[in-house]
């Protein structure tokens, strides 16, 4: 959820955002996950609409001051799965351009009743990471730390949300194999494995593709994978789309499915 052929040109991504074509016919030699993008996704529960998802990745100012890769991950339930269990998150990640690591990670959950506020940082330097839970209902520069803590890392880690462009990033994809991804999430740090199972075309709303489709193992609640098992069908293509996210729960499953997209231009 890090391999990349090179550096992504950071200066005068965002005002470079337009409507990407997919195309099997468009590939190309190097992968192309970490241009700046946004992709909505609707959810369903069973047959029910069930809420929408955004993932978007922009470029912005990270800790110290430093350019960052900005991904972020929003949720929102409705209709009657909405009923059942509301759910309004959003996850920050920032990632360091050349290295591809992450260096920091907001949450801010609302599940039901669970509401959690929290901020970790990645000192590399100093090996460990800074974690701050915050107390509920304070926002921005008005927030309120309730606790902090350290846990030490690795050399390079990733969140639970950049994870995921770790592993569409991974290459190859072939079926049957599986890796590993760093992960630090809810004070661990583990070795998040993912399998790939199998190669498929798949149809969606937007056209029809052949996908990789993959399994990660990730140790976390939340909106998706709080059990049962979680896939995922990247595109078999330089973006690497995730078309559709999916996931068993106690009752029934959850599925995302991409709806709409836009990227910048490809970098040359």
Known sequence: MVEVASAIAIAGF???TAVFVLSAQDRANTLDVYSPEKLRYEMTWWVF???????SLNVAVGPADSRAFQMTYLVKSSGLAGRFFKVDDRIDSYVDP??????A??????EGKTVQDSR?????GAGKALITNFAAGTAGSGRVPVDRSE??????VQDILSALYAIRSHDPLPAGSSFKVWTFDRGDLYEMAVSV?????????????????VEPQPRFGGSFGKSGKLR???????????LIIKTDLAVGSLKAELREMTRAPRSR
């Open 14 to 16: 965002s005002c470079l």
């Open 49 to 55: 609409g069930a809420g929408e998802i955004t993932l």
């Open 98 to 103: 050349l290295t591809r690591c992450s260096v």
């Open 105 to 110: 990670v907001e949450k801010r959950l609302r």
């Open 120 to 124: 970790v940082e990645f000192d590399y």
């Open 151 to 156: 846990r030490p890392i690795g050399d390079c």
């Open 197 to 213: 199972l199998k190669r498929e075309t798949v149809t969606i709303g937007l056209g029809r593709f052949s996908a990789f489709v």
């Open 232 to 242: 995922i069908w990247i595109e078999d293509g330089p973006a690497r789309l995730p």
